[in-house]
């Protein structure tokens, strides 16, 4: 399956993390790292990807929580056998596993019960179809776009399998994060948000949001990270993140 893709061997995160991924379609960016350094972890726990692809966020997680279990779901199934060869590739296959299915479709899974996980990341396409010009590639449109209804049947996915109390963490358009809180009404609370900017006179690209199954309390807005600054110079926090491994806010809580 794998022999259908012309694949890359790269490194990310300076170096800690190999992924072999397409060399066409959709490439592994920041928004798996950010993911991956905003959501929370501890050992014997049991975390889920969703739409996990290569399996950059989760295996970047798993890298980064000693003796936490986690679980890639991906709908393709060529970029589901690429995540679990990466898992070998990094030496993680004892922890990390990868699964070929829809996120739509988690309550037919055999091996994930309801109630069952700990936490949720997610990466979901955050284009709408309606609105954007899609990719000729089917693997990258896929990744990208998605219809306006998207969002709210991942987030209930998250919900089916989450344990109370359990933690879902997202990525999403800066520009769309009322649609985030509006998905996040019925089952979560607790909610704590993060924006990233490209720069800093610039509005905010992408936000990060951790929620908790069955949880109360006012959203707490976190300081807002900024990917760039002059000269298009890496930030030293960016960089402390994106290449050195560090967590971000969200992740410790």
């Known amino acids: ?29 920041h928004d798996a790292i950010l993911l991956a350094a905003a959501t929370g ?13 290569v399996g950059a966020a989760g295996l970047a997680l798993a890298a980064r929580v000693p003796g936490l279990r986690v679980t890639l779901l991906e709908i393709d199934a060529a970029l589901a056998a690429l995540a679990a060869e990466n898992a070998k590739i990094n030496a993680l296959a004892d922890r990390v596993s990868s699964i070929a299915g829809n996120v739509e479709d988690v309550q037919t899974f055999a091996g994930l019960p309801a109630g069952s996980i700990d936490r949720v990341l997610m990466n ?8 954007v010009n899609l990719s000729p590639d089917p693997r990258r449109r896929l990744a990208y776009a998605g219809d306006k209804d998207l969002l709210a049947r991942w987030v209930d996915s998250a919900r089916h399998l989450l344990k109370p109390g359990g933690a879902l963490t997202l990525i ?46 006012a959203t707490v807005d976190h300081d807002t990270l900024i990917l760039y600054g002059p000269e298009h110079r890496p930030t030293a926090a960016a960089e402390a993140v994106l290449r050195g491994g560090e967590t971000l806010s969200l992740a410790r809580l």
Request: aromatic fraction near 4%; charged fraction near 30%; glycine fraction near 12%.
């Open 1 to 29: 399956m794998i022999a259908e893709l012309e694949t890359s061997l790269d490194a990310v995160l300076g170096g800690r993390l190999k992924l072999r991924q397409p060399l066409k379609g959709h490439r592994v960016g």
């Open 41 to 53: 972890g501890r050992t014997g726990e049991h975390a889920l990807e969703f739409g996990a692809g």
């Open 124 to 131: 979901p396409p955050f284009h709408d179809v309606e609105r």
């Open 172 to 217: 999403w358009r800066a520009d769309a994060a009322d649609d985030v809180m509006a998905a996040l009404q019925a089952g979560f609370g607790a909610v704590a948000t993060l924006r990233v900017k490209a720069r800093e006179e610039r509005p905010a690209i992408r936000i990060l949001v951790r929620a908790v199954k069955g949880a109360d309390g």
